[in-house]
């Protein structure tokens, strides 16, 4: 059951996006999202669509996987889409019930802001999908270290992240064995009040925490004895570098970005 | 005599519909006899906790049917009755991991609260479990978290004792201890199956405990059943065996070999004085 939840997961490929430099990767999504707030009309959100659609396409990413990473967000986007086709004011009217009333420009607004959370949530999705979390940490580290002139802990945060990211996955396994040993022992986590509901969660919670500072507690000692000892004079092992492929997603994200505000612009 | 646990086609599909779909149990079909010490083994993703899960309806199987004394766990509203976990007590690997409780006695209470036993009939059911497992009655009101590994992995038992199951089954009940721990712990298991006259069900790795152990014996393989009866009908299929990948006990791999060289012994001899008796049988019942 907690198994299912695919947003923020990493597929696994060789695809030329997969390919791409992390820190590259992470620019150009920026970019990305900026664009989509300039565009404006039809003809440059078809443009950003198509965009998209080509880098599903290229990275191989069943294209029914990224539809299911819409679903979480599903509710705000109806809550999104409701406030706006009410609440803009507009000359025209298409609609009047008492209280209630639709304009144009409200159909026309409520359209534009589905339209740019969903291309978000599947732009961004795409950086995650074809990410693995070891390198976005790389790549966000890489892209602050200028913050580490101020002294700011750049390296450690990264490297939270990445431990945070990898026993994801650990815990849920671990929470699905501690559930079901629970319930071997007759524990109801589906009947009863909040209340009760929330004191079920006991027999799962102690063991988890637990289990969690033991991983903690070892994970730290394993990296003394390879004598971890922060960022000084720490060398990789997958050194990040801009190859071909990079220049060629900037030079594609910079034509399309490009054409997409300057036709929103023009009101396109 | 009808089979206190039994299963009929018993098929468990992993991940269903997608494309990590993988089947860990393919028409398994067993029975269980009452008061028998089974046990199961097979190597990593044979199916063997897959299988043991289906027993007190944890997992519900995707076709077939688990039948407890004869009758379905799940009915036809697709329910599974939450006595059938107290009917068939689970221990899984590592139990050690799921306690929770302030006091070691609360801990094992944990099973029995559940079932809604009165306070007294709770109380003595801990008192006994503890009895069962070798813990001293004064260790009751102390933390479980201050105690040793092999100690919690006993407390952990005992909650699955306190609730008298008529089936217990251990899953790796002693995996990660030294010999002398595995054997008091296998030494406690049978000591509830003589009190009780519960039927048995253990997992394990370990051929040479299980063989010592077990009535009966079931070896899984890809996802369905290989081989089941005493255990030296199992390891007269010693070949077989160690070509699914299994160990067998050294005894026996030691009268394979000597039958690979030509002498006319008995290869399913699991033990040593099982091996003394052979050895015999081949001199012509002269002493050696």
Request: one cysteine or more; hydrophobic letters at 45%.
């Amino acid at each position: 059951m907690l198994k299912d939840i695919t947003i923020g997961q990493f597929f696994p490929g060789e695809s030329p996006v997969h390919r791409i430099d992390p820190r590259v990767k992470i620019v150009l999504v920026i970019a990305m999202i900026v664009t989509l707030f300039l565009g404006a009309g039809p003809v440059s959100y078809g443009l950003f669509i198509l965009f998209l659609l080509m880098v599903v396409h290229i990275s191989k990413i069943p294209l029914k996987m990224v539809v299911r990473g819409l679903k979480p967000i599903l509710f705000i986007v109806i809550f999104t889409a409701i406030l706006n086709l009410f609440y803009t004011p507009g000359d025209t009217y298409i609609f009047e019930w008492g209280f209630l009333h639709i304009s144009t420009a409200g159909v026309k607004t409520a359209i534009l802001m589905v339209l740019r959370i969903m291309l978000l949530i599947v732009g961004t999705s795409m950086l995650t999908y074809t990410t693995s979390p070891i390198q976005l940490t790389d790549g966000l580290e890489s892209l602050l270290s200028p913050l580490k002139k101020l002294h700011a802990p750049v390296h450690e945060l990264s490297m939270m992240m990445s431990i945070a990211l990898r026993f994801i996955p650990t815990l849920i396994e671990e929470t699905d064995k501690i559930m079901a040993a629970q319930k071997a022992r007759g524990a109801d986590f589906e009947s009863g009040n909040i209340v009760q509901r929330a004191k079920a969660l006991v027999p799962i919670l102690v063991p988890l925490f637990i289990s969690a500072f033991r991983r903690a507690d070892e994970l730290a000692t394993a990296m003394e004895c390879r004598l971890y000892r922060g960022d000084v004079g720490r060398t990789r092992m997958r050194q990040l570098k801009v190859t071909r492929v990079d220049y060629a997603a900037s030079a594609v994200c910079a034509a399309v970005f490009g054409a997409v505000i300057a036709l929103g612009r023009f009101g396109l | 005599m009808s089979y206190i646990l039994e299963t009929r086609d018993l098929t468990y599909v992993y991940g269903a519909g997608t494309p990590f779909e993988r089947t860990a149990l393919d028409h398994v079909n067993i029975g269980i006899e009452r008061g028998e010490i089974l046990g199961v083994i097979g190597h990593t993703g044979s199916g063997k906790s897959t299988l043991i899960q289906h027993f007190n309806g944890l997992l519900k199987p995707t076709s077939g049917q688990v039948l407890l004394d004869g009758k379905p766990i799940w009915n036809e509203k697709g329910k599974c009755a939450r006595e059938t976990r107290f009917r068939v007590g689970l221990v899984f690997q590592y139990p050690e991991y799921q306690l929770f409780e302030e006091t070691i006695a609360k801990d094992i209470a944990f099973g029995p609260r559940n079932m809604g036993l009165p306070e007294e009939e709770t109380a003595a059911r801990v008192q006994h479990a503890m009895a069962v497992v070798g813990l001293a009655p004064e260790l009751a009101e102390k933390s479980p978290f201050a105690l040793s590994g092999g100690q919690k992995r006993r407390v952990a038992i005992a909650g699955v004792l306190a609730m008298r199951p008529d089936v217990l089954v251990l899953d790796e009940p002693t995996a990660g201890l030294d010999p002398c721990g595995r054997d008091e712990i296998l030494g406690y298991v049978r000591e509830y199956h003589r009190q009780t006259g519960a039927t048995v069900l253990l997992v394990m790795h370990s051929m040479e405990d299980v063989a010592r152990v077990a009535d009966r014996m079931l070896v899984m393989n890809h996802a369905q059943v290989m081989l089941t009866g005493t255990p030296r009908e199992v390891f007269a299929h010693a070949a077989e065996i160690t070509a699914a990948g299994l160990d067998v006990p050294e005894i026996t791999k030691v009268f394979m070999e000597l039958r690979r060289r030509g002498v006319p012994v008995d290869p399913s001899v699991y033990t040593v004085p099982q091996a003394l008796d052979a050895i015999r049988a081949l001199k012509g019942g002269k002493p050696c």
